[in-house]
């Protein structure tokens, strides 16, 4: 348990399913109040329902590319908690298919929710954080990718909108450590989310042949994600700002060469 968490208030983007769930339920566990986010209603109901403390939990349903819906999700904790002091934006959108025929439409698509709906969280988080009292005013998670770091067939503007997310990242920190507010970005490698399940069941030998050719041999679980978003918005990182944390099982570590044996 990280005491200096109970009855903080955390608004979760993308909370319906995957790792922004499994950030819901740790962090209900933690004894948090929690604001929920997601397009799919049913979805979102469903993370609230299943939490330790449901009660201490509400959910509005919208799409973080639209600028509101972060002022919606800020002005919510406000009403129904009193104040805001974490904000985990995770909601992504992704596209495949190469560059040379993505369509200005594709490509802005990825870039509203995944990087836009990012700045307005930030952007709606800050301006509720600083009215809070004490050094540690609030705390911000941005969930990026390792395609934000290197190139990947196919993603490329998710992977540039993630890439985006890493500056915003730094230069919210900067711009506000003064004020207590940190903000720090977690780079995931393969996780076993719906969406990664279902991409991975594609390849030629399925799900399980496509976790054995990754680092670990595995893909993470989104439980894994979700405990660095709690320790990062916790007290015990209190001097962690303005950092990337590569959550991947190692896959950031290796180079691409041919193995030698
Ligand atoms: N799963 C992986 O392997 C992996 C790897 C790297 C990064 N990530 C990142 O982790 C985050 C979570 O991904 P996940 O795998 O848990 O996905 P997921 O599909 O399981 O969950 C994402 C949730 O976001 C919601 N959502 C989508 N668009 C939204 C919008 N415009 N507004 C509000 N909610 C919206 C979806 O309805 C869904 O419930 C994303 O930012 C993703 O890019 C995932």
Request: hydrophobic share 45%; with cysteine.
């Amino acid at each position: 348990m990280y005491q200096d968490l109970q009855n903080r208030v955390a608004v979760i983007t993308g909370a319906g399913s995957g790792i922004g769930r499994a950030t819901a339920q740790l962090l209900s566990q933690e004894d948090c109040q929690l604001v929920l986010n997601d397009v799919n209603a049913d979805q979102v109901e469903a993370t609230r329902s299943e939490l330790q403390a449901p009660d201490r939990a509400v959910t509005l349903v919208g799409d973080i590319g639209n600028p509101a819906t972060a002022d919606q999700l800020a002005a919510l904790a406000i009403e129904h908690f009193g104040a805001l002091h974490i904000w985990v934006n995770n909601a992504a959108r992704s596209l495949f298919g190469p560059l040379a025929s993505c369509s200005n439409e594709e490509w802005d698509t990825v870039f509203q929710v995944t990087l836009n709906g990012a700045f307005y969280g930030v952007r709606s988080a800050l301006q509720a954080m600083v009215r809070n009292p004490g050094p540690a005013a609030g705390a911000i998670v941005n969930i990026a990718s390792g395609a934000a770091l290197a190139g990947e067939e196919g993603l490329g503007a998710y992977g540039a909108a993630k890439a985006g997310l890493v500056n915003l990242t730094r230069t919210t920190a900067v711009e506000n450590a003064r004020a207590g507010i940190r903000c720090n970005v977690i780079l995931p490698g393969p996780i076993a989310t719906p969406p990664m399940l279902a991409a991975a069941a594609q390849s030629p030998e399925g799900v399980e042949g496509w976790a054995a050719q990754t680092v670990p041999g595995r893909l993470g679980q989104p439980e894994e994600i979700a405990r660095a978003i709690v320790f990062l918005v916790s007290e015990q990182a209190s001097y962690i700002n303005g950092a990337l944390l590569c959550v991947d099982g190692g896959v950031s570590a290796r180079t691409n060469s041919p193995r030698f044996n």
